[in-house]
Protein backbone atom coordinates (compact mmCIF):
# COMPACT_ATOMS: atom_id res chain seq x y z
CA UNK A 1 0.00 0.00 0.00
CA UNK A 2 1.16 3.55 -0.92
CA UNK A 3 0.68 6.85 0.47
CA UNK A 4 1.91 10.38 -0.37
CA UNK A 5 0.66 13.74 0.90
CA UNK A 6 0.46 16.36 -1.50
CA UNK A 7 0.86 20.33 -0.73
CA UNK A 8 -0.62 23.11 -2.51
CA UNK A 9 2.60 25.45 -1.89
CA UNK A 10 6.70 24.58 -1.82
CA UNK A 11 8.38 23.12 0.58
CA UNK A 12 5.12 21.47 2.00
CA UNK A 13 3.14 24.57 3.39
CA UNK A 14 -0.38 25.18 2.08
CA UNK A 15 -3.16 22.84 2.45
CA UNK A 16 -2.76 18.86 2.00
CA UNK A 17 -3.98 15.96 0.42
CA UNK A 18 -3.14 12.60 1.47
CA UNK A 19 -3.70 9.77 -0.87
CA UNK A 20 -3.02 6.21 -1.34
CA UNK A 21 -4.47 5.51 -4.74
CA UNK A 22 -4.78 6.78 -8.04
CA UNK A 23 -5.81 10.62 -8.65
CA UNK A 24 -7.00 11.10 -11.40
CA UNK A 25 -7.67 15.45 -10.84
CA UNK A 26 -5.60 17.06 -7.95
CA UNK A 27 -7.88 20.00 -8.62
CA UNK A 28 -10.58 18.14 -6.98
CA UNK A 29 -8.53 18.54 -3.46
CA UNK A 30 -6.40 21.52 -4.36
CA UNK A 31 -6.03 24.52 -5.92
CA UNK A 32 -2.63 23.50 -7.26
CA UNK A 33 -0.08 21.14 -6.45
CA UNK A 34 3.89 22.53 -5.65
CA UNK A 35 5.13 20.08 -3.21
CA UNK A 36 4.46 16.48 -1.88
CA UNK A 37 6.10 14.15 0.52
CA UNK A 38 5.85 9.93 -0.05
CA UNK A 39 5.60 7.76 3.17
CA UNK A 40 5.47 4.56 1.56
CA UNK A 41 5.04 3.35 -2.58
CA UNK A 42 5.74 4.29 -5.17
CA UNK A 43 3.66 6.49 -7.74
CA UNK A 44 4.09 8.17 -11.06
CA UNK A 45 2.76 12.14 -10.91
CA UNK A 46 1.75 13.96 -13.84
CA UNK A 47 1.08 17.91 -15.18
CA UNK A 48 -2.14 17.38 -16.44
CA UNK A 49 -5.32 15.34 -15.56
CA UNK A 50 -6.26 12.43 -16.01
CA UNK A 51 -2.93 10.71 -16.37
CA UNK A 52 -1.25 13.17 -18.91
CA UNK A 53 1.36 15.18 -19.84
CA UNK A 54 5.07 15.43 -18.17
CA UNK A 55 5.47 12.49 -15.65
CA UNK A 56 8.18 11.55 -13.05
CA UNK A 57 8.92 8.70 -11.28
CA UNK A 58 8.26 9.20 -7.01
CA UNK A 59 10.06 6.61 -5.03
CA UNK A 60 9.50 7.14 -0.96
CA UNK A 61 11.38 10.53 0.18
CA UNK A 62 10.51 14.44 0.11
CA UNK A 63 9.90 16.32 -3.07
CA UNK A 64 9.80 20.42 -1.72
CA UNK A 65 9.73 21.77 -5.30
CA UNK A 66 7.43 20.18 -8.62
CA UNK A 67 10.05 22.39 -10.87
CA UNK A 68 12.98 19.75 -9.57
CA UNK A 69 11.17 16.93 -10.92
CA UNK A 70 11.15 18.55 -14.02
CA UNK A 71 7.80 19.22 -14.20
CA UNK A 72 6.54 22.07 -16.20
CA UNK A 73 3.18 23.06 -13.82
CA UNK A 74 2.09 22.25 -10.77
CA UNK A 75 1.05 18.06 -10.39
CA UNK A 76 -2.75 17.26 -11.46
CA UNK A 77 -3.00 13.66 -11.51
CA UNK A 78 -1.09 10.40 -9.86
CA UNK A 79 -0.84 6.41 -9.98
CA UNK A 80 0.19 4.22 -7.86
CA UNK A 81 2.28 2.13 -8.83
CA UNK A 82 1.71 -1.68 -7.67
CA UNK A 83 4.61 -3.92 -6.53
CA UNK A 84 4.96 -6.20 -9.09
CA UNK A 85 7.24 -9.74 -7.86
CA UNK A 86 7.29 -11.91 -10.98
CA UNK A 87 8.90 -12.02 -14.17
CA UNK A 88 9.27 -9.07 -16.60
CA UNK A 89 8.05 -8.77 -20.20
CA UNK A 90 7.93 -6.63 -22.94
CA UNK A 91 7.99 -6.14 -26.64
CA UNK A 92 8.94 -3.09 -28.18
CA UNK A 93 8.66 -2.36 -31.66
CA UNK A 94 10.30 0.62 -34.29
CA UNK A 95 7.16 1.98 -35.63
CA UNK A 96 3.44 2.94 -34.51
CA UNK A 97 0.64 -0.40 -34.75
CA UNK A 98 4.23 -2.85 -33.88
CA UNK A 99 5.43 -2.52 -37.24
CA UNK A 100 9.58 -2.99 -38.10
CA UNK A 101 11.49 -4.57 -35.58
CA UNK A 102 10.45 -6.34 -32.16
CA UNK A 103 12.61 -7.31 -29.73
CA UNK A 104 11.56 -8.81 -26.63
CA UNK A 105 13.19 -7.60 -23.10
CA UNK A 106 12.92 -9.15 -19.90
CA UNK A 107 15.84 -6.77 -18.47
CA UNK A 108 16.68 -3.24 -18.22
CA UNK A 109 17.77 -1.76 -21.68
CA UNK A 110 19.89 1.24 -21.40
CA UNK A 111 20.42 1.52 -25.67
CA UNK A 112 17.87 0.52 -28.26
CA UNK A 113 20.44 1.77 -30.34
CA UNK A 114 23.32 -0.08 -29.02
CA UNK A 115 21.89 -3.00 -27.88
CA UNK A 116 18.46 -4.02 -30.15
CA UNK A 117 20.49 -1.93 -33.52
CA UNK A 118 17.01 -0.41 -33.16
CA UNK A 119 16.75 3.70 -33.66
CA UNK A 120 13.66 4.18 -31.61
CA UNK A 121 10.52 3.04 -30.23
CA UNK A 122 7.04 4.21 -31.11
CA UNK A 123 4.78 1.07 -29.99
CA UNK A 124 5.53 -1.79 -27.52
CA UNK A 125 3.15 -4.71 -25.60
CA UNK A 126 4.08 -4.99 -21.72
CA UNK A 127 2.73 -8.16 -21.19
CA UNK A 128 4.43 -8.78 -17.13
CA UNK A 129 5.65 -6.10 -14.66
CA UNK A 130 5.82 -2.49 -14.86
CA UNK A 131 8.24 -0.63 -16.75
CA UNK A 132 9.37 3.14 -17.74
CA UNK A 133 10.38 4.23 -20.68
CA UNK A 134 12.92 6.93 -21.45
CA UNK A 135 13.00 9.45 -24.64
CA UNK A 136 16.91 9.28 -24.47
CA UNK A 137 19.54 6.58 -23.93
CA UNK A 138 20.57 5.97 -20.45
CA UNK A 139 17.19 6.65 -18.88
CA UNK A 140 17.17 10.04 -19.82
CA UNK A 141 14.84 12.92 -20.70
CA UNK A 142 11.10 12.56 -20.88
CA UNK A 143 9.56 9.19 -19.27
CA UNK A 144 6.37 7.12 -19.47
CA UNK A 145 5.02 4.70 -17.05
CA UNK A 146 3.76 1.49 -18.93
CA UNK A 147 1.79 -0.84 -17.24
CA UNK A 148 0.41 -4.04 -18.34
CA UNK A 149 -1.26 -3.40 -21.71
CA UNK A 150 -0.91 -2.61 -25.45
CA UNK A 151 0.43 0.70 -26.84
CA UNK A 152 -0.18 0.73 -30.35
CA UNK A 153 0.54 4.65 -30.36
CA UNK A 154 1.95 6.69 -28.11
CA UNK A 155 0.22 9.77 -29.75
CA UNK A 156 -2.89 8.22 -28.16
CA UNK A 157 -1.37 8.72 -24.42
CA UNK A 158 -0.45 12.90 -25.56
CA UNK A 159 2.80 11.93 -26.37
CA UNK A 160 2.96 13.37 -30.06
CA UNK A 161 6.53 13.25 -31.76
CA UNK A 162 7.29 11.10 -28.70
CA UNK A 163 9.94 7.75 -29.26
CA UNK A 164 11.61 5.81 -26.39
CA UNK A 165 15.52 4.96 -26.77
CA UNK A 166 15.70 3.22 -23.09
CA UNK A 167 13.64 1.34 -20.63
CA UNK A 168 13.77 0.27 -17.12
CA UNK A 169 11.78 -2.42 -14.86
CA UNK A 170 10.25 -0.39 -11.50
CA UNK A 171 12.11 -3.25 -9.10
CA UNK A 172 11.53 -1.06 -6.52
CA UNK A 173 10.26 -2.89 -3.31
CA UNK A 174 8.40 0.43 -2.07
Known sequence: MGKVIF???RNFQGRSYECSSDCSDMSVYLSRCSSCRVESGCFMVYDRPNYMGNQ???RRGEYSD???MGMSDSIRSCRLIPQHRGS???RVYERESYGGQMHEL???CDSFRDRLRMSDCQSCQVMDGH???YEQPHYRGR???MRPGEYRSFRNLGMSNF???SARRITEMC
Open 7 to 9: YED
Open 88 to 90: FTM
Open 131 to 133: WLM
Open 163 to 165: RFS
Open 66 to 68: YMS
Open 56 to 58: FFL
Open 106 to 108: MDD
Open 143 to 145: MMY
